[in-house]
């Protein structure tokens, strides 16, 4: 069985490039959710405007229509500030030390070390705090639940 390392520790949550323990990545949560919110509204968007500039992109007559021309621009134009907003948010928590799950699922892992090895504790909205992990580089569809009984 996994035990994660639940070392209390001093500062909080994980100063960038150490390994987040169970209690420092759950101290983060609150600016976490937040950020994970604005990047689901924000990714929902972005796919609908892609969507709907695949379909136009489809139909040439459209495309070629001059009274089309400014709409089409301004779909690009928000196509862009919405991207780039959401690339924002992915620096934002790249600057927690911590990784969304891209394609966006909403899940954010955490480096942590659980006896002994490198893995990710992992996050995602509908969890009520971090209470899985995967291994480095796997799907979220992996996690396990983390077993908190253990001290180091």
């Given at each position: 069985?996994v ?11 994980s ?5 987040f ?11 976490v959710r937040?950020?994970?919110?604005d ?5 929902e ?11 136009i ?7 070629d ?6 709409e089409?621009?301004d779909i ?10 959401l690339?924002?948010?992915?620096r934002?928590l ?21 006896n ?9 909205p ?9 291994e ?5 569809a ?7 009984n253990?001290?180091?």
């Open positions: 069985m035990r994660a390392i639940q070392k209390s520790d001093e500062h909080s949550p100063k960038v490039g150490e390994p323990t169970v209690d420092t990545a759950s101290k983060t949560l609150p600016l937040r950020i994970v919110a990047m689901k509204k924000l990714n968007t972005v796919e609908r405007q892609r969507e709907r500039l695949r379909v992109d489809r139909l040439a007559d459209t495309i229509q001059p009274e089309h021309q400014e089409l621009a690009r134009d928000s196509l862009q500030g919405e991207e780039e907003q690339a924002a948010c992915i934002e790249n600057a927690l030390g911590l990784e969304p799950h891209m394609p966006f699922d909403g899940c954010v892992d955490f480096p942590a070390v659980i002994r090895r490198a893995v990710c504790l992992c996050w995602h509908d969890d009520e705090g971090v209470e899985y992990w995967h480095m580089g796997q799907s979220s992996l996690r396990q639940k983390v077993n908190t253990v001290t180091q």
